[in-house]
């Protein structure tokens, strides 16, 4: 691939990933959430580059957040949220073939799980000064549900709208 253009990809996805975070700011971020931007979490189907700009989006998006005051986790979020993003993003490649009736539902699962687990723990930190099982759990299933909107229902439906359009699926691979 042309690496200028694999560049430039890289850094539409990071800036659409921003920008749809930022939008819907008052969701994206706090205790109940359905971070939208990560339905781009599901790009790396495509190809293993778009890892990268995913987990740029979600690392500027955090920090635009708490410049703004808008992500309340903070600094937490910024490295442990960006992490969570990135590994789910990797996880979500490597499935990337397995699919359930032609969708990539395992790679959709990565997101919802990672995501729930490790921003449920920066939201129980948060909110209880330490770990505590009770609102570990009530965090993690609340993130898990928000993600499962912007993974399973949104992203599923992104990859096979790009699928079925020659132009866009060679945008995101080629």
């Known amino acids: 691939m042309n690496k200028s253009k694999n560049i430039s990809r890289q850094a539409m996805i990071a800036a659409m990933y921003t920008v749809i975070g930022l939008i819907f700011a008052p969701l994206s971020f706090g205790t109940v959430q359905v971070r939208f931007s990560e339905t781009l979490t599901l790009l790396p189907v495509f190809a293993s580059s778009n890892i990268w700009g995913v987990t740029l989006g979600c690392l500027i998006t955090n920090i635009i957040g708490l410049m703004t005051g808008a992500n309340i986790l903070g600094s937490l979020d910024i490295i442990f949220g960006t992490a969570a993003t990135f590994f789910a993003a990797v996880l979500t490649y490597l ?40 609102v570990f759990w009530a965090q993690a299933i609340s993130v898990g549900l928000g993600q499962a909107v912007s993974c399973m229902v949104l992203g599923v439906l992104m990859v096979r709208i790009i699928e079925k359009h020659p132009a866009l699926k060679e945008m995101m691979t080629k």
């Open 95 to 134: 499935f990337r073939k397995i699919r359930i009736k032609n969708m990539p539902m395992l790679s959709a699962l990565p997101p919802v799980i990672i995501n729930a687990v490790v921003v449920g723990w920066e939201l129980c930190i948060m909110i209880n000064g330490s770990f505590n099982p009770v």
